[in-house]
């Protein structure tokens, strides 16, 4: 095989194992957390994803920001294998841990004041397939909110 193929079989496996990372943290408007690759992959879920692969529903608040905002703050630590990374009084960035080979997943929170609603986001940091890692988290997590009554069912 000559070394022009292996330069290319050499940047399809880095392009495939690392896709966009890095690129996908942080906050695009008031409304909105960043998209969830450069292109879409299914190693994230968000509410405001465009492909049903990616997509979750946004978390609809039933009481008020103020009270609801530090008991998600609450249950997001109490998750295994998590920590917040940073947070302010309307965003929360966590990175969740896998237990066997501690690969990290980001979780981000956007609470949406207005909207009286909390725009969410999971994905793996460097792998492409998940394994529905970040679909569950943010199942799980939904299922702890409407438990407590935080958020509509």
């Given at each position: 095989m000559?070394?022009?193929?292996i330069?290319?079989?050499f940047?399809?496996?880095?392009?495939?194992?690392?896709?966009?990372?890095g690129?996908?943290?942080?906050?695009?408007d008031?409304?909105?957390?960043?998209?969830c690759?450069?292109?879409?992959?299914?190693?994230?879920?968000?509410?405001?994803?465009?492909l049903?692969?990616?997509?979750?529903?946004?978390?609809?608040?039933?009481?008020?920001?103020?009270?609801?905002?530090?008991?998600?703050k609450?249950t997001?630590s109490d998750?295994?294998?998590?920590?917040?990374v940073?947070?302010d009084?309307?965003?929360?960035?966590?990175?969740?841990?896998?237990?066997v080979?501690?690969?990290?997943?980001?979780?981000?929170?956007?609470?949406?004041?207005?909207?009286?609603?909390i725009?969410?986001r999971?994905?793996?940091?460097?792998?492409i397939?998940?394994?529905?890692?970040?679909?569950?988290?943010?199942?799980?997590?939904?299922?702890?909110l409407?438990?407590?009554?935080?958020?509509?069912?």
């Open positions: 000559n070394k022009k193929w330069g290319i079989i940047f399809i496996i880095i392009t495939l194992q690392y896709g966009c990372s690129k996908h943290l942080n906050v695009q008031n409304e909105n957390l960043a998209l690759s450069c292109f879409p992959l299914p190693n994230c879920v968000s509410s405001n994803a465009w049903f692969y990616n997509n979750v529903a946004p978390f609809e608040l039933t009481i008020a920001k103020e009270d609801a905002w530090p008991i998600v609450q997001i998750m295994p294998r998590t920590k917040i940073e947070e009084s309307v965003y929360i960035h966590a990175k969740c841990y896998s237990r080979f501690r690969f990290v997943d980001n979780l981000e929170l956007l609470l949406i004041p207005d909207k009286n609603m725009s969410v999971s994905s793996s940091s460097i792998a397939f998940d394994f529905g890692v970040n679909y569950w988290r943010v199942h799980t997590l939904r299922n702890q409407i438990e407590k009554g935080l958020i509509k069912g």
